[in-house]
């Protein structure tokens, strides 16, 4: 299975710390301070557990996402990906944690905004060519594991599918130990 239009959640610690609609102002921000590389904001701070505040880009879209009633920074890769799966994953990943790790220095802030660094939400954005099943599970599970050993430098880590069927396959990621995204960011430049 190619692993395509990919997305990874990375959770908030104190989720309610920093009011959702201050991240409007921090992605338009962004916006200006770039060179076209993002184009909008959505708002939809209105839907409980829904898609937060999301900021626009060709390549892929970021947002303060609250689906599942857990705040987190939802990275979905829009645009084709090279390399192999394992590859992919970890530019997914580290895409991610940039965008993270760049909030928690946002001096808007105030260093409210933490990495919960024990746990992601890996899924795949394609129901066609990856429906939410056993078997799918089993295809990517092994490239899966093997990248995530890896980035919770050897830490125990657990898989597991999402179960609803009419949901979009997604493999949440567990680890026993929790690290900031620094150290994370770090493992994944060594590879």
């Known amino acids: 299975m190619e692993l395509q239009k990919l997305s990874v959640k990375w959770f908030v610690e104190h989720p309610n710390s920093v009011p959702l609609t201050d991240f409007i102002d921090i992605f338009h921000g962004w916006i200006q301070a770039t060179d076209g590389v993002y184009h909008d904001v959505a708002d939809y701070s209105h839907m409980h557990a829904g898609p937060g505040i999301v900021l626009v880009a060709n390549d892929a879209n970021v947002s303060i996402d609250e689906s599942d009633d857990r705040r987190g920074l939802l990275y979905s890769r829009k645009s084709p990906l090279s390399g192999s799966n394992q590859e992919r994953l970890r530019t997914v990943l580290r895409s991610g944690?940039?965008?993270?790790?760049?909030?928690?220095?946002?001096?808007?802030?105030?260093?409210?905004?933490?990495?919960?660094?024990?746990?992601?939400?890996?899924?795949?954005?394609?129901?066609?060519?990856?429906?939410?099943?056993?078997?799918?599970?089993?295809?990517?599970?092994?490239?899966?594991?093997?990248?995530?050993?890896?980035?919770?430098?050897?830490?125990?880590?657990?898989?597991?599918?999402?179960?609803?069927?009419?949901?979009?396959?997604?493999?949440?990621?567990?680890?026993?130990?929790?690290?900031?995204?620094?150290?994370?960011?770090?493992?994944?430049?060594?590879?």
Request: aromatic content about 6%.
């Open 97 to 191: 944690l940039e965008n993270f790790n760049k909030l928690e220095r946002e001096p808007k802030l105030s260093g409210k905004f933490k990495l919960l660094g024990d746990e992601a939400v890996i899924a795949i954005h394609d129901r066609l060519a990856s429906p939410n099943t056993d078997e799918s599970f089993a295809a990517v599970a092994p490239e899966i594991e093997a990248v995530a050993k890896n980035l919770f430098g050897g830490a125990e880590i657990s898989l597991a599918r999402e179960q609803d069927g009419r949901r979009k396959f997604a493999v949440r990621i567990k680890s026993s130990c929790s690290f900031s995204a620094e150290e994370l960011l770090d493992r994944l430049s060594k590879n």
